[in-house]
């Protein structure tokens, strides 16, 4: 059962580093980098390791191949510019939820766009802090929370935790620190432990 997890986290943090190395939408770094820089700054806020996780593994729903038929791309309207996979973090909640990664964690990855729309709608500052392309694709994603998903939010055990990593999110996008950003290899043993841990859960 051991190794079962060991070639789950090994394929999972050798899909990241494979298919991460294009560049992340819209911004100046690779989604690998901008994905190892967020759980970095997880891992210095001393974070549990579920939200460590989570930040490593925010935006694999973006990354990790999918049918053809299947992907849908978003496109800035009259332009053919690209600002990512429709629905990347359900597709990324799913997918971890799938491989045995505990509901926290799929929460917390399915949360990051939703937590830009919550922190739009109630700090009129955080919107003018994105970067350009997260900006632009805060349209396609529904805009600023209001009425009930606002409160619906608000009102989340993980609320704290889903802003924190949106927050992450939003600073990891900086260029020229891979020489002082731990690799996705660091995080295996933690990816591991997690996943014993859940199957122990299940079967006490």
């Not at 990241?16 to 294009?22: A, N």
């Not at 396609?140 to 929370?145: I, L, N, V």
Request: glycine fraction near 8%; proline fraction near 2%; aromatic fraction near 6%.
């Amino acid at each position: 059962m051991a190794q079962e997890f060991q070639q789950k986290a090994d394929a999972l943090v050798g899909a990241l580093e494979k298919y991460g190395q294009g560049d992340y939408i819209g911004e100046s770094i690779s989604q690998l980098e901008h994905c190892l820089q967020a759980a970095h700054q997880a891992q210095k806020a001393r974070a549990r390791d579920e939200l460590v996780i989570a930040a490593l593994l925010h935006d694999i729903g973006q990354i990790i191949p999918l049918e053809t038929t299947k992907e849908v791309r978003m496109n800035l309207r009259g332009s053919t510019e690209n600002v990512g996979r429709v629905g990347h973090e359900a597709i990324g909640a799913a997918y971890l939820r799938s491989l045995g990664f505990s509901e926290a964690v799929c929460r917390l990855v399915n949360s990051h766009v939703a937590a830009k729309r919550y922190l739009t709608a109630v700090d009129p500052a955080y919107y003018d802090s994105l970067s350009s392309a997260s900006q632009r694709s805060l349209a396609f994603q529904g805009g600023p929370f209001i009425g009930g998903d606002l409160r619906k939010f608000e009102e989340d055990s993980l609320r704290d935790e889903m802003v924190s990593l949106r927050l992450w999110d939003d600073a990891a996008k900086l260029e020229g620190i891979e020489a002082t950003t731990p690799r996705a290899t660091a995080y295996l043993e933690m990816i591991v432990a997690h996943l014993e841990k859940q199957e122990n859960m299940k079967s006490r």
